[in-house]
């Protein structure tokens, strides 16, 4: 087994905390990495040593794997948790941690690669047998060939930039005329946002739902999936809302997802945390849709309702060793809730708005979690995603979790920054 006593929490925010309060109780030190802008975040004060490495904008510091390597060999740090977001999906950056012997808390650099392009995903599942939105199974830039495909499967239909996420270069065609503008336009976004132009066609699934599956998996071949979580609720392809488990989904259907959950992780010889994302149809048929090969902003609602920690597990099968939970005993406990509070403003089509944070006062009580990164007299940086914190509600049942949020809602006082609460 491996030894882990120092982990570098390569992030900021709610995420850095939530992972180094794990690693305290597992009585493992910390290591917080900030920008100048972050100089008195609340994860610079909660970790054990803290190294400043760069400049206020993301890429000239949170998005610097060499300044973080640098740091981790002169601090003795054993491994690298990297959060969501930033380098958390940069399969370069985990094979420089893998390179210099440094564990990195996530899956091998080659699983990153794999399931981080949508279409090789794609290939790879393909073999097991999952469903799949009907659609073309490789990257396409010239527009004809585009427009042959798009009439075969159907319209309305979905272009998808290949490299993408977070809703960008994506977009939705209702009939052939408006194809060639809106495939152009797709191809133009994908590449200034990603240095990627290829997309892919697929169906358009009408009323679709987002069901994604949790799973953890160790060195051991053992791959166990947490239940389900509904993330419908998205506001321009991102997750609003998110509950666990689903309102909809039988036990029958459940387990079906989550073996098919399961054979897409061994597709990619999968180790860790990871979330295999999936549209359910108005019929309730699912398709695959992707892997995201990290912790998700959402899993809280899991870990509420297994009673498991994600982080602790994502730790333990770094360090080499085997799961001890068997499928069968993972039982779902009551109806868990998330939202995101976001210094966005819904007056003003949600655009970040930020400033210094006069009143900041947190909901509290029994069934009640805040992940939370920040606090009263702080300023709310520009520079990075607006989101504060999780607002996470627990009841017995999905109502009680309702009625808890929106009690939760009244209690949570912010004044100085426009919030999405």
């Known amino acids: 087994m491996k030894e882990i006593k120092k982990i570098l929490v390569a992030n900021r925010g709610e995420i850095a ?21 972050d100089r008195n975040a609340l994860h610079v004060k909660y970790a054990d ?12 510091s949170y998005l610097r794997g060499d300044k973080i390597i640098e740091v981790c060999k002169d601090l003795g740090v054993d491994a690298v948790h990297p959060g969501y977001g930033f380098l958390s999906e940069n399969s370069s950056f985990a094979e420089a941690c893998e390179k210099n012997n440094i564990i990195f808390i996530g899956p091998k650099s080659k699983a990153i690669e794999m399931m981080g392009s949508k279409l090789a995903a794609k290939e790879a599942v393909m073999k097991y047998d999952i469903p799949m939105v009907p659609g073309v199974d490789h990257a396409i830039i010239d527009v004809e060939e585009a427009k042959k495909t798009a009439k075969a499967v159907g319209f309305p239909i979905l272009i998808k930039a290949s490299a993408g996420g977070g809703g960008k270069g994506m977009r939705v065609v209702e009939k052939e005329e408006d194809f060639e503008s809106q495939m152009n336009r797709a191809i133009s976004e994908a590449t200034s946002a990603f240095g990627d132009g290829s997309v892919f066609i697929e ?30 609720i998205q506001r321009r392809h991102q997750k609003v809302v998110e509950e666990a488990p689903s309102c909809i989904l039988t036990p029958e259907k459940r387990k079906e997802m989550g073996e098919a959950a399961v054979k897409v992780a061994r597709a990619c010889d999968y180790l860790g945390a990871g979330t295999v994302e999936f549209l359910m149809d108005a019929d309730h048929n699912f398709y695959f849709l992707e892997m995201n090969t990290r912790l998700q902003v959402e899993h809280p609602v899991t870990e509420m309702i297994s009673g498991l920690d994600l982080v602790e597990l994502q730790i333990r099968v770094a360090r080499g060793e085997a799961l001890d939970i068997k499928q069968e005993d993972l039982k779902i406990h009551g ?5 995101r509070v976001y210094a966005e403003d819904s007056m003003n089509d949600f655009l970040p708005n930020v400033g210094f944070l006069s009143t900041y006062k947190l909901p509290e009580g029994e069934g009640i979690r805040v992940d939370n990164g920040i ?44 919030t999405t609460l």
């Open 17 to 37: 905390i939530r992972v180094m309060k794990t690693a305290k109780k597992m009585g493992i030190k910390t290591v917080a990495v900030f920008s100048t802008a």
């Open 49 to 60: 040593e803290a190294v400043c490495i760069g400049e206020a904008a993301s890429s000239q």
């Open 203 to 232: 169906k358009y699934v009408t009323k679709p739902r987002h069901i994604e599956i949790q799973i953890m998996a160790d060195s051991h071949g053992n791959v166990l999936y947490v239940f389900e979580r509904e993330c419908s």
């Open 335 to 339: 109806h868990a809730m998330e939202l």
């Open 375 to 418: 606090e009263e007299g702080m300023d709310v940086p520009i520079y990075y995603d607006p989101m504060l914190s999780k607002l996470v509600t627990y009841g017995k049942t999905r109502e009680e979790s309702i009625e808890l949020m929106i009690k939760a809602i009244d209690n949570y006082h912010v004044e100085g920054v426009a």
